[in-house]
């Protein structure tokens, strides 16, 4: 596509319920990453997907937080028993193939756990 | 680790104002520099972006930024601000030493008061 596109835009959950983030890169676009944003904590860093290779799961914060990426192209970030403190917006980016000429972001995901 | 600093977290200006925004890094080597912008409701955008040659880049809306080699900076300026440019601002660094993605900032929130 033209963009990186997420969904949703928003999701509203109960804590402890699971839930799924989209995010489908732009074509062609072999590297994805997936940040989250919280109020006045910047960019987190969760996941780097490249290609086929194994991905960098460093940044996620605990065992709760998984993702795949199908097919080299659309990922999914999954959060299980969600809580409070999960709360932020989530957001995908995907460069060509490395970060050398910067990302291009997706609109993100507002996750509020309630 | 490499990492990025932006010293100012809230900067608030009146319009036509003069605006820096610091941004230093901690990486030896060759870096390519960003600056990226989010303003309310939008997906992060990139600003401008420095690689090699000129230190003096320029970016979109009249914003440039200059590198410092011997003070590993890369700081954001624009000699008169709007309220349109009321946003956050993150800096981002990638060096690809250990790592292939980009390394942001806390971000730094402007707010312009017409």
Known sequence: GAGVSQSPSNKVTEK?????????????????????QSLGQGL??????QGN??????????????????????????IQ???????????????PLTGYNGYTFGSGTRLTVV | ??????????VILSEAASLELGCNYSY???????????????????LLKYFSGDPLVKGIKGFEAEFIKSKFSFNLRKPSVQWSDT???????????????LTFGKGTKLSVIP
């Open chain 2, 1 to 10: 680790a490499q990492s990025v600093s932006q010293h100012n977290h809230h």
């Open chain 1, 53 to 78: 290779s194994a991905p960098d799961k460093s940044g996620l914060p605990s065992d709760r937080f998984s993702a795949e990426r199908t097919g080299g192209s659309v990922s999914t970030l999954t």
């Open chain 2, 28 to 46: 030896g080597g060759t870096v390519n520099l960003f600056w990226y912008v989010q303003y309310p409701g939008q997906h992060l955008q990139l």
């Open chain 1, 81 to 95: 028993r969600t809580q409070q403190e999960d709360s932020a917006v989530y957001l995908c980016a995907s460069s």
């Open chain 2, 87 to 101: 946003a956050e601002y993150f800096c981002a660094v990638y060096s690809g030493a250990g790592s292939y993605q």
């Open chain 1, 44 to 49: 987190e860093f969760l996941i780097y997907f």
């Open chain 1, 16 to 36: 402890g319920k699971d839930v799924e983030l989209r995010c489908d890169p732009i074509s062609g676009h072999t590297a994805l990453y997936w940040y989250r």
